[in-house]
């Protein structure tokens, strides 16, 4: 066991990348031999014997092109082939023997082809982040760091949307007064709308940077309970409007240089107030009975020795 990849683990050797660029590890598998294969955060697969490189995998030797662009995730095995898949969205499919047998002259790049591929992306033609894959009877599941399950039939490699959920911490929830419906953000800067009586997302909007925290405005005849304001850990607070076809941009302004802790809405609809992770609220003239892209500065208030804000409501 000692000569093993686990037994090297136990007893706390360290990999010798050679003329290798050193790499974080995320996916491997151990052959029956012991050799092993590793992805690398630069797109490649390493083939180890012992600690010692036997072989650095690439598309092509000379260009010593990745075999995928960004992290591989996750290297799986089945039916004599390894499976790759990665930050790019590509699912490829390796031969063992050209593995197995790959051995590095003077040169340590071996050049290996792929079988297969399939490219995940969503509707945009943006490629899913590929962290983690799991097989069923006739299909793979995909968790994609981007914020959404994937199923991939084995039978016609069509994939379907299981789930879609936030990619980051969900930072902030607000609920709505008039629907069944609640908004959350979170850290991968994305806004959603939930129908939480059918445990399902409606809409969703996802901006530059992250969200911190997020208020509705209450219902009105204007803004038929519709309008969320969300802060940002730039100091930016952007207003949406939910519509028919989905989450609108309404407004956006900058209300500090710092964080945006918390933002509410007074129950009037009247006034709209930000706190700053440095202690400071800043009050905006609103109107959300007849005027909704109104967001007028009144006054920014400092609390003493910019004490920091721990929570934020209004006297109803």
């Not at 995928?68 to 023997?97: C, M, Q």
């Not at 207003?239 to 941009?249: A, E, P, V």
């Not at 930000?274 to 967001?295: I, V």
């Amino acid at each position: 066991m000692a000569l093993t990849f686990t037994g090297l683990k136990l007893q706390g050797e360290i990999a010798k990348y050679g003329v290798l660029e050193l790499s974080d590890v995320y996916g491997y598998h151990e052959l029956p031999d012991g050799k092993v294969v590793s992805g690398t955060e630069y797109g490649t697969m390493i083939l180890w014997e012992g600690n010692l490189v036997k072989a650095h995998l690439v598309l092509d030797r000379n260009e010593k092109t990745p075999l995928h662009k960004g992290v591989i995730e996750t290297i799986l095995f089945e039916n004599d082939h390894f499976i790759s898949s990665g930050s790019d969205g590509y699912i490829r499919w390796w031969p063992l023997a050209d593995i197995d047998q790959a051995e590095a002259d003077e040169q340590p790049e071996v050049a290996i082809a792929p079988v297969k591929e399939i490219c995940i992306t969503d509707e945009s033609g943006r490629p899913a982040n590929l962290v983690n894959m799991q097989r069923g009877s006739d299909f793979w599941l995909l968790s994609d760091a981007r914020g959404t399950l994937w199923k991939l039939s084995t039978l016609d490699n069509t994939t379907t949307k299981v789930l879609e959920y936030h990619s980051g911490k969900i930072t902030d929830m607000a609920v709505s007064d008039s629907y069944n419906m609640a908004v959350t953000c979170a850290e991968d800067g994305e806004v959603k709308v939930w129908d939480y009586c059918r445990k399902k997302f409606i809409f969703s909007k996802r901006f530059e940077g992250k969200a911190v925290c997020v208020d509705l405005l209450r219902r009105s005849e204007l803004n038929k309970g519709r309008v969320c304001g969300v802060g940002y850990e730039d100091g930016v607070v952007r207003i949406l409007q939910m519509t028919d076809s989905g989450l609108s941009l309404a407004h956006t302004f900058k209300a500090h240089d710092t964080a945006v802790k918390f933002c509410r809405f007074a129950p009037s609809q009247t006034v709209f107030v930000t706190a700053s992770k440095q202690g400071e609220l800043f009050f905006f003239d609103c109107n959300g009975h007849l005027e909704l892209g109104k967001y007028d500065p009144i006054c920014l208030v400092q609390t003493p020795c910019k004490s920091e804000i721990n929570d934020l409501k209004w006297d109803a």
